[in-house]
């Protein structure tokens, strides 16, 4: 036996069926509550399994003694203490490569329902109405689409936007070298501000990136953007959006995610203005955080993570 792996949060029977026959033991422990991991429950278990269920922070990194890796299945690893993990050996894993597909057509679709109008003319007419004119699209082609941020989930989308004969470009202020890949070519961020149509961001959430989308930076794009949102609410200041649409500064915004999400990300927090100004916007386009939420993804999410730990495992000094 290689050791015991708890999970705590549901993912694809896969990872459970890969672990148990690479030797490790899976207990499962969706319902495993934060005051019970405190009081030792998992001080045995070599490996965790989350998604965001759970914060995995220092005072619960402490209580697991025995803990040799923790594995989200997911992009964000704004959950898990991983300053904390490396420092004391904890090997972290994550899928961002899982659900890249998935977050990359889910914007596509976002963006054309906004361009082409494909909400509110569905719900026009669902009211018995015909209003042709009301609901004239604008085109994609020749747009300058620009993605802040080119990891997995920017390179994804870049290649769903390859067939569709508008410039794809990318800023990532710690990734360079990329231009070319995908057919995307490597900008600073002050020609996206200069020219682009379309902004899509695709970026992890941390201290640098809270709020990024406010106020002075939306005023900085020389010309109206449509703004899509499918890595963490808390990059994007709702308010801020909707006064630069009000403006006529923005055309629209697609979001997948909200600022007024539960650290969980299951549901929103209590209902506020904002929220209440979004939803009767009918130039924003919004899902319930599922852009990376496929019946394929479901799956990939998965097998990557145990990829990951297989891999790792191999790598392992014998004993």
């Known amino acids: ?7 705590l949060d549901a993912v694809h029977p896969v990872l459970h069926e890969r672990l148990e026959k690479a030797g490790w033991v899976c207990d499962h422990m969706e319902k495993l509550g934060r005051q019970e991991i405190l009081e030792g429950a998992l001080k045995a278990h070599s490996g965790v399994v989350i998604r965001a269920r759970l914060q995995l922070d220092e005072a619960l990194f402490r209580s697991l003694p025995a803990l040799q890796f923790a594995a989200r299945s997911g992009a964000g690893l704004e959950n898990i203490a991983v300053d904390y993990a490396n420092a004391h050996g904890i090997q972290v894993f994550n899928s961002p490569e899982g659900n890249a597909d998935a ?14 109008k494909l909400r509110i003319a569905d719900a026009s007419v669902r009211n018995n109405k015909w209003e042709r ?18 990891g997995n989930m920017g390179r994804s989308f870049a290649r769903k936007l390859s067939g569709l004969e508008c410039r794809v470009v990318a800023y990532d202020k710690y990734v360079q070298g990329y231009h070319g890949d995908e057919g995307v070519l490597e900008w600073t961020m002050d020609q996206v501000f200069e020219q682009a149509d379309v902004v899509s961001l695709h970026l992890p959430f941390n201290e640098e990136t809270n709020q990024l989308a406010q106020q002075d930076w939306l005023s900085a794009f020389k010309r109206p953007i449509t703004l899509i949102n499918t890595a963490r609410g808390g990059i994007v ?14 055309h629209g915004a697609a979001l997948d995610v909200l600022e007024f999400e539960r650290r969980s990300l299951e549901g929103l927090t209590s209902r506020s203005s904002e ?14 955080h599922v852009a990376g939420w496929s019946v ?6 998965s097998d990557v993570l145990a990829d990951k730990i297989q891999d790792w495992q191999h790598a392992l000094p014998s004993k």
């Open 296 to 301: 394929e993804s479901y799956f990939k999410l």
């Open 275 to 288: 929220l209440d100004r979004l939803l009767a916007n009918d130039r924003v386009v919004l899902s319930p």
């Open 1 to 7: 036996m290689k050791g015991r792996v708890a999970f």
């Open 237 to 250: 200041n709702t308010a801020h959006v909707l006064d630069a649409i009000d403006a006529q500064e923005i």
């Open 133 to 150: 004119e009301a609901h004239r699209g604008v085109e994609l082609k020749g747009k300058t689409v620009a993605l802040i941020g080119f």
């Open 103 to 116: 977050v990359g057509e889910h914007a596509l679709g976002q963006l054309l329902m906004l361009f082409h």
